[in-house]
């Protein structure tokens, strides 16, 4: 009797060992983290129970929060972070700037950051859209402003030539 109660001990012993070390695993491990070359976002290999591998992309990860309590504090921070730092990241960019016509004239050719996306634009329909501007790093829309600049000073040098040109003010059409 007393062989029975020490083997029931022992597995019950067992048991509890088994509980204490599931509690502090995390159910889900990140192997890799890494840019997606396609859509350009971050993505993540996440380990999960046994062998099994899947890749997401960090935002969906972050914005499920049952699927992120199954990672330890240190994976949440370091996803979180990762999230911030992409969502802060433009949405557009300069790929070509292209001559008009005119010397002060000037097409710009802008993608989008999944890549779908590319339009051509002059740059001051560009800075006259706040909304489209401001998904700009800051240096490409320094270079939209400066673009943007060069045109309206070309265009106030032509009107006051032209007011000098005719003193009375009184314009032929």
């Known amino acids: 009797m007393d062989g029975k ?20 695993k995390p159910l889900y491990e990140i192997l890799d983290i890494y840019e997606c070359p396609t859509m350009k976002f971050m993505k993540a290999q996440i380990k999960l129970s046994g062998r099994h591998i899947i890749e997401r992309s960090i935002s969906d990860i972050v914005t499920d929060i049952s699927f992120l309590e199954g990672f330890d504090a ?16 433009p949405n557009y960019l300069i790929v070509a700037q292209q001559l008009g016509n005119e010397a002060d004239d000037y097409i710009l050719e802008i993608k989008s ?11 001051m329909e560009v800075s006259k859209d706040k909304l489209l501007l401001s998904k700009f790093s800051p240096v490409d829309a320094n270079r939209i402003g400066y673009l943007a600049g060069i ?13 000098r040109n005719n003193p009375d003010g009184y314009y032929s059409i």
Do not use: C, H
């Open 5 to 24: 109660i020490n083997w029931v001990a022992w597995i019950i012993s067992l048991f509890k060992e088994f509980i204490q070390e599931s509690e502090g």
């Open 74 to 89: 240190k994976a949440v921070r370091t996803l979180t972070y990762i999230a911030t730092i992409e969502g802060m990241k």
């Open 113 to 123: 950051k999944n890549g779908k996306e590319v339009t051509k634009k002059s740059p």
């Open 151 to 163: 045109k309206e000073t070309a265009q106030e040098f032509a009107i006051k030539k032209r007011d």
